[in-house]
């Protein structure tokens, strides 16, 4: 299709994700976008954590901060904060 725009996705997995979930994750999204894009208009790119390269850093030329470990209340999470601070792996 002249003139149609590349997509690309971007999977990124954690360390601890088991494979067989890693493949099933990849299978599901080749089904959801096999009926959406050609292949011409679409790269799937996977990515572990800890391994990321040029291809997906480029998606955040400032950098980015990944957040291991469980979803708490954000105001419960500020007092935490402003009482003993917070350390970034960057």
């Not at 725009?5 to 971007?10: E, G, Q, T």
């Not at 999977?11 to 994750?25: C, E, I, T, Y």
Request: some cysteine; aromatic content about 10%.
């Amino acid at each position: 299709m002249k003139g149609a725009k590349h997509r690309y996705i971007v999977q990124w997995f954690g360390p601890r994700l088991p494979s067989d979930q890693v493949s099933a994750h990849r299978s599901y999204i080749s089904e959801l976008t096999d009926g959406i894009f050609s292949p011409s208009e679409i790269t799937r790119i996977s990515v572990m954590q800890g391994h990321e390269d040029d291809t997906l850093l480029k998606f955040f030329p400032s950098g980015f901060i990944c957040h291991d470990g469980a979803i708490v209340d954000l105001t419960a999470q500020q007092a935490k904060l402003a009482e003993s601070g917070a350390l970034y792996r960057i």
